[in-house]
Nanobody
Framework: QVQLVESGGGLVQAGDSLRLSCLQS????????LGWFRQARGKEREFVAT????????AYADSVKDRFTISRDNGKNTMYLEMNSLKVEDTAVYYC?????????????????WGQGTQVTVSS
């Protein structure tokens, strides 16, 4: 049974940085593609970033490109999302997701496992 646990969320000011972590237990982390999604209040969940099993070829939503960096440490079964130059509109619950495939995808429905989410709030 795969379990994903996010951490690192919190309340920050616009322009600040934050790093989210996602720890996977169970399954085979090193052969799984991973992703970050977020859901703002009253909105649908949206894609943020995705990364392949090896860490190569990450992809980002246009809204976070050049500000956010996705990475992973297969030795620690952990994925990260480094968020810089945060904006008020980045406020959301951030979810990590894992899939059986090695290859990244931006499509929510193609992920097999999800974490419970961590709240990120950016104040002006």
């Amino acid at each position: 049974q795969v379990q994903l646990v996010e951490s690192g969320g919190g309340l920050v000011q616009a322009g600040d940085s934050l790093r989210l972590s996602c720890l996977q237990s169970g399954g085979t982390f090193s052969s799984s593609a991973l992703g970050w999604f977020r859901q703002a209040r009253g909105k649908e969940r949206e894609f943020v970033a995705t990364i392949s099993w090896s860490g190569a070829g990450p992809a980002y939503a246009d809204s976070v490109k050049d500000r956010f960096t996705i990475s992973r440490d297969n030795g620690k079964n952990t994925m990260y999302l480094e968020m810089n130059s945060l904006k008020v509109e980045d406020t959301a619950v951030y979810y990590c997701a894992s899939r059986f495939s090695r290859w990244p995808t931006i499509h929510e429905r193609e992920y097999d496992f999800w974490g419970q989410g961590t709240q990120v709030t950016v104040s002006s």
